[in-house]
């Protein structure tokens, strides 16, 4: 299976001050068609996850444009340009190039 | 609007059955592959698995083949996920999820709670 690790695995932050996240994997996420299946997620407190951004960089619909990803084949950074208070909880990558399909172990992100 | 409506909280006993249920609607159910991930108490996501509604084509993480069933009724726009013998370590919430055209999740169920104790 493929392994991510994920850092820092909490994350105080300051309201308007930019924030990221770290994502790792075991193996290449680069398919051979071109794209990089890494996708990530954000869980609100009490709430289900929902998509962030999908093939390591693309923004999911509806989702600020203060969220980007960045990286290729094993290294991966989720950036908040400018936090806000409404973005905490715990942010997961996920690699959806092989199943099965594995999850990091998660950043809890809070206001400081 | 793609929803998918999980069934409620179920609490059984060690060794009992369980089926909870996911409930679509709003786009194609047939053509997109539904997973089911796993999140213990405290504790982050975990795929379980997926299946293709069309034609029930089922696929199970090593970690959790032969533990559970995952199921479609295509008639009803509905996936399922059922035990034949829990065990307390079953206790979770389990999340549905529709995977999207390039494999990410992009729509998820509200959660169902499973809790297993004696």
């Known amino acids: 299976d493929i392994v991510l690790t994920q850092s820092p695995l909490s994350l105080p932050v300051t309201p308007g001050e930019p924030a990221s996240i770290s994502c790792r994997s075991s193996?290449?996420?680069?398919?051979?068609?071109?794209?990089?299946?890494l996708d990530w997620y954000l869980q609100k407190p009490g709430q289900s996850p929902q998509l962030l951004i999908f093939?390591?960089?693309d923004r999911a619909s509806g989702v600020p444009d203060r969220f980007s990803g960045s990286g290729s084949g094993t290294d991966f950074t989720l950036t908040i340009s400018r936090v806000e208070a409404e973005d905490v909880g715990v942010y997961y990558c996920m690699q959806a190039l092989q199943p099965p399909f594995t999850f990091g172990p998660g950043t809890k992100v809070d206001i400081k | 609007e793609v929803q998918l409506v999980q069934s409620g909280a179920e609490v059984r006993k060690p060794g009992e059955s369980v089926k909870i249920s996911c409930k679509t609607s709003g786009y194609s159910f047939n053509t997109y592959w539904i997973a089911w991930v796993r999140q213990m108490p405290g504790k982050g996501l975990e795929w379980m698995g997926l299946i293709y509604p069309d034609d029930s084509d089922t696929r199970y993480s090593p970690s959790f083949e032969g533990q559970v069933t995952i199921s479609a009724d295509k008639s009803i726009n509905t996936a399922y996920l059922q035990w034949s013998g829990l065990k307390a370590s079953d206790t979770a919430m389990y999340y549905c999820?529709?995977?999207?055209?390039?494999?990410?999740?992009?729509?998820w169920g509200q959660g169902s709670l499973v809790t297993v104790s004696s």
């Open positions: 093939l390591g960089s």
């Open positions: 193996q290449s996420l680069l398919h051979s068609n071109g794209n990089t299946y």
């Open positions: 999820a529709r995977h999207g055209t390039d494999w990410y999740l992009d729509f």
